[in-house]
């Protein structure tokens, strides 16, 4: 199973430890080539200030595709992850479940492209960082004020009342910097 658990999570670090997956931008949306794999999301450094922990994993799966003229590459992300309650400071679970089809442009092209398109255009590069594309979207896709429903927000509150002490509450304040 898949879980939070550091045995887990160490599974996927050492696997990625052989090969930082790279991809050729262009080949692969002309080839229409597809990738799939799984990071621990302690390895993408620039996710942690957003996380309440560094457990939990993401799948991703990259496919290339071409529209017309356009060169597209859409991003899957599925896993769990940690977010910190921004009303009671509690943690949560979060799932993770984004799509997202970034456009491949040329670096002449990008910025008359962005301009003129919804869709998010980045240059496209024969040795592209797979990991860091997912970490780039998960960044835009993770909500920056999560927060539990509410009945899951106030049990998190009383539990923090019944143990309370001012400096329980500076804790967790510390713990949010
Ligand atoms: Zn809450």
Same mark, same amino acid.
């Given at each position: 199973?898949?879980?939070?658990?550091?045995?887990?999570?160490?599974?996927?670090?050492?696997?990625?430890? %052989?090969?930082?997956?790279?991809?050729?931008?262009? &080949?692969?949306? *002309?080839?229409?080539? !597809? $990738?799939? @794999?799984?990071?621990? #999301?302690?390895?993408?450094?620039?996710?942690?200030?957003?996380?309440?922990?560094?457990?939990?994993?993401?799948? %991703?799966?990259?496919?290339?595709?071409?529209?017309? &003229?356009?060169? *597209?590459?859409?991003? !899957? $992300?599925? @896993?769990?992850?940690? #977010?910190?309650?921004?009303?009671?400071?509690?943690?949560?679970?979060?799932?993770?479940?984004?799509?997202?089809?970034?456009?491949?442009?040329?670096?002449?092209?990008? &910025?008359?492209?962005?301009?003129?398109? !919804?869709?998010?255009?980045?240059?496209?590069?024969?040795?592209?960082?797979?990991?860091?594309?997912?970490?780039?979207?998960?960044?835009?896709?993770?909500?920056?004020?999560?927060?539990?429903?509410?009945?899951?927000?106030?049990?998190?509150?009383?539990?923090?009342?019944?143990?309370?002490?001012?400096?329980?509450?500076?804790?967790?304040?510390?713990?949010?910097?």
């Amino acid at each position: 199973m898949l879980g939070f658990d550091r045995g887990g999570a160490n599974i996927y670090h050492a696997r990625l430890m %052989f090969a930082r997956p790279l991809i050729d931008g262009a &080949d692969f949306a *002309l080839n229409g080539k !597809e $990738l799939r @794999g799984e990071v621990a #999301l302690d390895t993408l450094p620039r996710l942690s200030d957003r996380l309440a922990e560094s457990g939990g994993y993401v799948a %991703f799966y990259l496919r290339g595709h071409q529209m017309f &003229d356009r060169l *597209l590459l859409e991003i !899957e $992300l599925t @896993g769990k992850c940690r #977010l910190r309650c921004q009303r009671c400071l509690g943690e949560m679970d979060y799932p993770i479940a984004m799509t997202s089809s970034l456009r491949l442009v040329s670096a002449t092209e990008i &910025d008359a492209a962005d301009t003129d398109d !919804e869709t998010e255009c980045i240059e496209a590069a024969p040795g592209m960082d797979v990991l860091s594309l997912v970490e780039d979207e998960l960044l835009l896709g993770l909500p920056y004020a999560p927060s539990h429903t509410v009945g899951k927000c106030a049990e998190q509150l009383n539990v923090s009342k019944q143990s309370s002490s001012p400096f329980a509450v500076l804790a967790v304040l510390n713990h949010k910097q």
